[in-house]
């Protein structure tokens, strides 16, 4: 019964909740009597700096009676001097009281101050006599200053012996304080004593509930959290012991990758907890399309692993991944709510592909991320699989490096004016001067930069360069808006605004003069932190577009309740438009569209001055595409400006 009690998460608790309090109280009763004894030193030195003050007050009455005596004795002009010296000596302490003195020091100080200018006046007055040789009118002055001093005296008197008793009083008081404050620290100190060693008997009694979870916290060590699958440490562990029987048996063993390929929107959308009761399920599915002897495991996110020892030939090994992808491909039910994921997996073997469970691993990453990219379900590990994964690995390195040695260049390709052919702007291009392959389109490195995270600093540096060249082209008499690609990564990012605010001022470009042209499925990821970011934008004055309208799937719907300027349409209602006649209806339905909500409407890809003038009679503001340019660097697209006859250039908004 007792041990029970000691163990108890109760008895814990309350031992723990009471030593911490006890801690607390002693704790706080040792600096209360800190602050107390330094608030008694404060006071006790405020009350001696006034009493010091009244003392002086009495010893400049003193001299000055004194002085008169011995001029009055004397006779002589040569005492007169310090009668005159000692002539209103006290009226500076009297000020001093009367600032910094308490309400009762302030009233003396005024009662005092109206004798001792009396006095301070007979004074000057019987000096003033002896000097003119009257000395019946000094003697009569003394007289009167005599009388004087004995009421200032008495005055003094009942200040300085009040001030005594003050002090007295204010130290009897702050030492029954201190005193009581002494007490309950003592009595502090004891019960936490007791508490300590109630502590310890309880520490003693969980020594033998700490042994019973070793072995769970072991467990638990080996296992994910939220599926109880086995983790990387376990999978690993367990693919070393299947190598060994293999190697001793010659039985091969195979190992999957799992990546779940849409996880990432529905956890991002629909949120966290729902998206860790959607790997729940996979976990269940996974374990119920594999055999006991099989390990599933959860590597992290939305990736799982399974090793299948004694597995015959790859040919088995991709019986069971076709197993896999059925059970993960039927809809996921949760909530109500049907969910389709769908996974890519990668398969490697061993002895055929690897040496150890690391070079296994690997392989079976190259080979995921091969059926990822490719969108085959299912790739089994190939040796020229290691060309394209680590040249992709290559170019992620190569991508964080030329971000930081400015090996990214700027494109910019004008957008005009449909009706006059006026330059309305440039969308910036970005490419990829690398030292090895030559000029690298986006298209080589702006996936990888989407997948790593690097997007974000890439479209910082796209900015900062952009609207430093726009800077450069204002300086020269042009002023060109410039449009900016932006990812979901950025739309998600709540600093985002600030960051556009701080390059806009570093450039001292207006934020009219920037476009920043976003996609529908940036949006849709996550509309709500989207909005928000975008109507912080829209607040700055920089102009959004929506980019490749009419390519999504909720294109009308999301536009009309976003904060958006400008709609994009699409190269591919725009190119065929004259010879495709649904691509010409989405075009003059999507500018209608445009039109009811106000839009200013910005066709791409427009090839030749037949689709011009097309676009231009159906309404279209602005045309971008080869017609016009092609996208041009720096040098060159000022030189296209210089030999443009520039009909209507926006004006300066600097």
Known sequence: MLSNWVESRTTVQTTVISLTIGLAALAGLALWTSLSMQRAAGHLHELNEISDRWGLVVQNVDVADHALVDYLRSGTPVMRQPVANAAGAAQESLRWIEDHGGT????????????????????????????RGDTTTASQKADQAELTLVSLRKQLSAVVQLKRLETTDYLRSAEGENGRLRFAAVIAFIVDLGLVGLCGVVLLGHRRQILRQAAKSEHEAMHDALTGLANRTLLVQRARQAIGRSDRTGDPLGLFLIDLNRFKPINDTLGHAFGDRLLQHVANRLTAAVRDVDTVARLGGDEFAVLLPMVSSPANALVVAERVHRVL??????????VDVGCSIGVAMYPADSADVHELLKHADIAMYAAKRARLGTSVYEPGLDVDGTAQLTVISDLRRAL????????????????????????????????????????RFIPAAEETGLIEPLTRYVLDHALAQCHAWHLTGWDVPV?????AQCLHDTTFPDQVAGLLARHGRPASALTLEITESAIIADPIRASDVLTRLRELGVRLSIDDFGTGYSSIAYLRTMPVHEMKIDRSFTTNMRT??????????????????????VAEGVEDEETWSALAALGCDIVQGYCLSRPLPPGEFAAWLRDRVLDELPASTS
Not at 106 to 121: N, P, T
Not at 329 to 338: K, M, R, W
Not at 580 to 601: C, K, Q
């Open 104 to 131: 009762a020091d302030v009233r003396a100080a005024a009662i005092v101050g109206d004798l001792y200018g009396d006095y301070s006046a007979l004074l000057r007055e019987t000096v003033a006599a002896g000097d």
């Open 404 to 443: 930081d040695q400015a090996e990214l260049v700027l494109h910019y390709q004008p957008k005009a004016d449909a009706r006059t052919g006026a330059v309305r702007g440039a969308e910036v291009l970005c490419r990829w001067q690398h030292p090895r392959l030559g000029l690298l389109g986006p298209d």
């Open 329 to 338: 491909e039927d809809a996921f039910d949760l909530d109500g709510l049907s």
């Open 580 to 601: 495709d006649p649904s691509s010409g209806a989405i075009t003059r339905s999507l500018l209608g569209l445009a039109r009811n909500l106000e839009l200013e409407v």
């Open 483 to 487: 449009s900016v690609n932006v990812g």
